[in-house]
C-alpha cells in the first residue's frame, strides 16, 4: 500500500471485477504426414515444422499436391467402322500418400486452420514408415510417429490426424495409435480421430485369418488405455475426387493399338484417344481413410453450434458413398461392444441424405462418464481454457480476496456456457458448481504448502443416441 507523506489528493483505482476466460481454440486439427515438397524459404525447411494454414491453396504453396501415381488405361476400337472407342481396362493407381487428397476433404467439409507437419518428401518408391532416420539432417525421410513427437511440443492443436497410418505395418500401425492416445492423455488438450487399420474391408473379413475378426483385430490395435482421448471411424469413403493427374499428364499411361504412350502425347496426336481417356478419368474416384473429412465436420460442428454439440447426423461434402454399406444389425457391433468396449463410428448412407457420420463416441464406449466425443472435448475445452485464464493467480496471496476473485472469473465463464446451452440445468446451481476456500476445498496444511484447491463440476449436455417413441391404442372416450 503506497505511503502517502505530502498533502495532495490522490486518486487509487481499485479492480473489483474478476479475470475473464479466454477461451481456447476447439477445433484445430493437426495433419502429419508425407507431402511433395516443404518449402518456405529453403528446401526441405518446412520438415517436422509444424506449420498453421488456413486453405488448400497455402498447402500447396507450401507442400505442393498429390503423389503423381501412375494411372494405367488400355483403350480399344469398339467399332472399327465407325472408330468408336471403348474402355479395355482400366488400373487405378494403389495411391501411395493420402496426406493432400485428406487435407483437401478437411477444407471442403468446412474445416478452417489447421497445422500441416510434413515428415518427409514423396519418393519413387514409396516409403511410409513408423520412425526415420534420427540425424537432423532435413532432407532425411523421418516417420510419422517422429511428427507425432514434435506435435508435443505445441500447444495450440486440438486434434490429431494421420491418415496415412493405415499404411504401415499393423504392428506399426498398434504402436502409433497408442502413443496418439498417451500423447493425448499426457497434454489433455487434444483428441485424436483414428481411421480402422483396415478400414477399406467387410466386417467379415480378418487380417490375420479367415472369418469374422476384423472388428476383434483392429479393436486390439488401441490397446486399453486412454481410450476416452480418441474416436474411430469405419468404413473407408468413395469420394467424389478423381485421380490426380500432374500438369504434363505424363503420369496416366495410355496403350491403344498396341502401342503405349502417356496421356499428354496423345493431346497432339490421338485427339480423339485423348478426349475418350479424359473423359474416362472422370469416372473414376479415390477412396480415402474418413479422418480428413470427419476432422471438417468436427470444425463445422464447433463454429456452427458448440464443441458440445456431437459431430455426427452430418452429412459429409464430396463424398459418394462408404465402401461397405452398413445397416442396423452391422452397427450394432460397431456401437456397442460387450467385450472391449471399445466403440467405432460408423458412416451410413441414408436415402436422399447422402453420407452421415452415424455415430458420436469414444473408444472408451462402455464408460458413462467419457462416452461421448461432445463430452470429453468439451471438458478438454474448459480445462485448457480456465487453466490459461488462471496464470494471473500463482504467487497471489492465498487468502479469501483471491479465493472469490478466481472462483468469480470461473463462474461468470460456466454461466456462459449453461447460457448457450452446453450445461444442463433450470439454473446455474444444478448445472454447475465452483468451490474454492479454507474448510471447503483446502484445509491449513494446504495454505501452509501453498495449494489452492478450485473444484469444478459440471452437467454437460449428452447427445440423444437413441430416440425413443412410445405409440398405444387410446379408448374412444366421447
Known amino acids: 500500500m503506497t505511503t502517502y507523506r505530502t498533502p495532495d489528493v490522490y486518486v487509487e483505482e481499485i479492480s473489483v471485477f474478476p479475470p475473464s476466460v479466454a477461451e481456447v481454440e476447439t477445433a484445430i486439427p493437426a495433419?502429419?504426414?508425407?507431402?511433395?515438397?516443404?518449402?518456405?524459404?529453403?528446401?526441405?525447411?518446412?520438415?517436422?515444422?509444424?506449420?498453421?494454414?488456413?486453405?488448400?491453396?497455402?498447402?500447396?504453396?507450401?507442400?505442393?499436391?498429390?503423389?503423381?501415381?501412375?494411372?494405367?488405361?488400355?483403350?480399344?476400337?469398339?467399332?472399327p467402322l465407325t472408330g468408336v472407342l471403348s474402355l479395355s481396362s482400366f488400373t487405378e493407381p494403389t495411391l501411395s500418400y493420402l496426406l493432400y487428397y485428406s487435407v483437401k476433404m478437411f477444407f471442403d467439409n468446412g474445416g478452417?486452420?489447421?497445422?500441416?507437419i510434413s515428415v518427409g518428401t514423396y519418393k519413387s518408391t514409396p516409403v511410409i514408415d513408423l520412425k526415420g532416420d534420427t540425424g537432423?539432417?532435413?532432407?532425411?525421410?523421418?516417420?510419422?510417429?517422429?511428427?507425432?513427437?514434435?506435435?508435443?511440443?505445441?500447444?495450440?492443436?486440438?486434434?490429431?490426424?494421420?491418415?496415412?497410418?493405415?499404411k504401415l505395418t499393423s504392428g506399426d500401425y498398434q504402436t502409433l495409435v497408442q502413443a496418439v492416445l498417451l500423447q493425448c492423455n499426457t497434454l489433455r488438450d487434444r483428441f485424436a480421430i483414428f481411421d480402422i487399420f483396415n478400414g477399406d474391408q467387410d466386417l467379415n473379413t480378418s487380417s490375420s485369418s479367415p472369418g469374422p475378426n476384423l472388428l476383434t483385430d483392429d479393436r486390439g490395435y488401441f490397446g486399453n488405455n486412454y481410450l476416452k482421448y480418441g474416436g474411430a471411424y469405419y468404413p473407408f469413403?468413395?469420394?467424389?475426387?478423381?485421380?490426380?493427374?500432374?500438369?504434363?499428364?505424363?503420369?496416366?499411361?495410355?496403350?491403344?493399338l498396341g502401342a503405349t504412350a502417356n496421356l499428354g502425347t496423345l493431346k497432339s496426336t490421338k485427339t480423339s484417344v485423348y478426349n475418350f481417356v479424359k473423359n474416362e478419368l472422370k469416372n473414376h474416384f479415390v477412396v480415402l481413410p474418413p479422418s480428413g473429412p470427419v476432422a471438417g465436420a468436427y470444425a463445422a460442428t464447433d463454429k456452427n453450434r458448440g464443441v458440445w454439440k456431437a459431430p455426427a447426423n452430418l452429412s459429409l461434402a464430396n463424398v459418394i458413398e462408404p465402401v461397405v454399406k452398413l445397416d442396423n444389425a452391422h452397427q450394432d457391433t460397431l456401437n456397442i461392444d460387450a467385450d472391449s468396449g471399445k466403440s467405432i463410428n460408423a458412416l451410413r448412407t441414408f436415402a436422399g441424405k447422402g453420407t452421415l457420420v452415424w455415430g458420436a463416441r469414444t473408444l472408451a464406449g462402455n464408460d458413462n462418464e467419457w462416452r461421448y466425443i461432445p463430452v470429453r472435448r468439451f471438458y478438454n475445452m474448459v480445462e485448457e481454457s480456465v487453466k490459461k485464464s488462471t496464470y494471473w493467480a500463482v504467487f497471489e496471496p492465498n487468502d479469501a480476496n483471491t479465493w472469490v476473485k478466481v472462483r468469480g472469473m470461473i463462474e461468470n465463464y460456466l454461466t456462459?456456457?449453461?447460457?448457450?446451452?452446453?450445461?444442463?440445468?433450470?439454473?446455474?446451481?444444478?448445472?454447475?458448481?465452483?468451490?474454492?476456500?479454507?474448510?471447503?476445498?483446502?484445509?491449513?496444511?494446504?495454505?501452509?504448502e501453498g495449494r489452492m484447491n478450485v473444484e469444478i463440476g459440471m452437467a454437460v449436455v449428452r447427445p440423444a443416441e437413441f430416440i425413443i417413441l412410445r405409440f398405444s391404442h387410446k379408448l374412444q372416450t366421447s
Open 31 to 79: 495433419f502429419i504426414g508425407y507431402t511433395a515438397k516443404a518449402i518456405k524459404k529453403l528446401d526441405n525447411d518446412l520438415i517436422l515444422e509444424p506449420t498453421k494454414i488456413y486453405s488448400l491453396k497455402e498447402y500447396e504453396t507450401f507442400f505442393g499436391f498429390q503423389a503423381e501415381d501412375t494411372i494405367a488405361i488400355s483403350v480399344a476400337v469398339a467399332d
Open 416 to 448: 456462459q456456457k449453461w447460457r448457450e446451452g452446453a450445461l444442463a440445468g433450470a439454473t446455474t446451481k444444478d448445472a454447475f458448481f465452483v468451490r474454492c476456500g479454507i474448510g471447503i476445498t483446502m484445509t491449513s496444511q494446504d495454505i501452509l
Open 237 to 256: 469413403l468413395k469420394t467424389t475426387m478423381n485421380f490426380y493427374v500432374n500438369a504434363g499428364e505424363s503420369n496416366v499411361s495410355v496403350t491403344y
Open 136 to 166: 537432423t539432417d532435413k532432407t532425411t525421410m523421418y516417420g510419422l510417429q517422429d511428427g507425432l513427437d514434435k506435435l508435443a511440443l505445441f500447444d495450440e492443436p486440438t486434434l490429431i490426424v494421420i491418415p496415412e497410418s493405415v
Open 112 to 116: 478452417g486452420q489447421c497445422y500441416i
